[in-house]
């Protein structure tokens, strides 16, 4: 049990950010990574559509033998979570939502914490309640930013479209509210960190869930003794729905290094 890998699963590309920190975090560690770019973004579906996309997802993975689930999308980690534990009992599942909300308590000075995220995130809450139920006296902000998903997906981690699109999006925010914390409540954001942390400025601390998600993951692994005893650096196996060649040319930039087209497999769902 020990020595099967961990799976990831996002509705596309962003949650390669995920998987680049759990890597580092857990080098010796095997993954799969399932990016269903086929459906994505999740962030414009119902919930009903999102738990039926999550439920195919980690059928996908589990067939193939792992010891651990990360949701390591935001919209699927707020709406499917209970369905996937319900689907699969004997299986950890942890989500990015709880992670990114503790994380975001923590270095909030006064309680002010906005949320950027896909418009299904904003409209199901789910970070306002996981924060509420750390900080009672929290006021939470959602903002919708569904055009931060395209820009990432394209590679358009900065330069002058994304700088306005973050100053259109954050400004008006911190007009209306003292915000002292942002949470980057999507997968696809950490790499558009630069940017977002251009336009709220010096004074407001971003909060980006793939870290504390790692760690998180990593006490599940000790405190369940699931963690390998491999020393060896692990492998990671990558599924797609659509595409290897845009999978691999646009992933490569979130996970921070190559990924080849041919080691990439697509499934049908």
Known sequence: MTDLPIGVFDSGIGGLTVLRALRKALPSETFLYLGDTARLPYGTKSRETVVRYAVQSTRALWERGIKLLVVACNTASAAAL???????????????????AEAACQASRTGHIAVLATEG????????REILARRPEAR????????????AEE??????????????????????????????????????????????GPKVTLVDSAQITARFVTRILEEDR???????????????????ERFARVGSLFLGEPIDPNDVTILDL
């Open 140 to 151: 939470v902000y959602g903002q919708p930013c569904q055009l931060f998903v395209a820009l």
């Open 226 to 244: 699931l963690a390998t005893s491999r020393t060896t650096p692990g492998a990671v196996a990558f599924f797609a729905t659509d595409s290897a």
């Open 155 to 200: 590679g358009w981690f900065d330069g002058e479209v994304t700088r306005r699109t973050a100053e259109a999006y954050i400004r008006p925010l911190l007009a209306q509210a003292p915000v002292d914390t942002i949470v980057l409540g999507c997968t696809h954001f950490p790499v558009l960190a630069h940017a977002i942390a251009a336009a709220a």
């Open 121 to 128: 995130t904003v409209r199901g809450k789910s970070y306002e």
């Open 82 to 100: 209970d369905a996937l534990r319900a689907a699969y009992p004997g299986l950890p599942v942890v989500g990015v939502v709880g992670p990114g």
